[in-house]
């Protein structure tokens, strides 16, 4: 682990996480606040120890795009001298590196923060991605033309179906086809229920 640890001596001791881009062909999704991230990417979260500096466990995670949507395409974990899996049980949440690069990722483009030169909250989540749905963040039509086709073509469920695929409560989904509504993307509906043939 210790000739691993030149690739991060500029980061902090104690655990934190970053991105990095990742070689190969580029894909694009389209966040909820309309901003473009580009695939695959890779995330790192690591403990560096606040003693002696060396470099004590080290998680990256590839996301890529598969079929339109970010996703975990492998996860690499490595301990020194080894893993502790009673700590990895109770600590580590494996849906993480997809809420880095989902949710905050898409807000710090929006704030004109380069992504790949900050640090990523390592815990808290949902809560800590909660500033990638900032009510006072205009979504954009071409987001909700997207959703409004996914929630067509999912029909009953679309909520939980788009949920977990955007990485978000079921109430904001419904949210966005309200707003989809609002803005002439979907027709409004018969008598208060839903139509998803319009």
């Not at 996480?17 to 190969?24: D, E, I, T």
């Not at 580029?26 to 606040?33: D, E, G, H, I």
């Not at 403990?47 to 990256?60: C, F, K, P, Y």
């Not at 109430?171 to 208060?192: C, D, F, H, M, Y």
């Amino acid at each position: 682990m210790k000739t691993k640890l030149k690739k991060y001596n500029t980061r902090p001791r104690g655990i934190s996480s970053r991105l990095h881009k990742v070689p190969g062909p580029k894909t694009s999704w389209l966040a909820a606040n309309g901003e473009s991230v580009e695939l695959p990417i890779e995330v790192d979260i690591l403990n560096i120890d606040e003693a002696t500096g060396e470099l004590l466990w080290l998680v990256l995670a590839k996301v890529e795009l598969v079929e339109s949507e970010p996703a975990l395409v492998s996860m690499e974990l490595q301990g020194s001298p080894s893993l502790d899996p009673t700590y990895l049980q109770r600590f580590f949440r494996w849906r993480t590196p997809l809420d880095i690069v989902m949710r905050v990722m898409p807000h710090n483009l929006s704030q004109g923060i380069n992504p790949y030169a900050c640090d990523y909250p390592i815990d808290g989540y949902p809560d800590a991605a909660n500033i990638a749905s900032s009510a006072n963040q205009r979504l954009s039509d071409e987001f909700l033309k997207d959703i409004a086709i996914k929630y067509k073509k999912i029909g009953r469920g679309y909520a939980k179906e788009i949920a977990l695929q955007r990485g978000v409560s079921t109430r904001t989904v419904v949210s966005w086809i309200e707003k989809a509504r609002k803005r002439g993307l979907l027709p409004p509906t018969q008598s208060g229920k839903p139509s998803f043939r319009d």
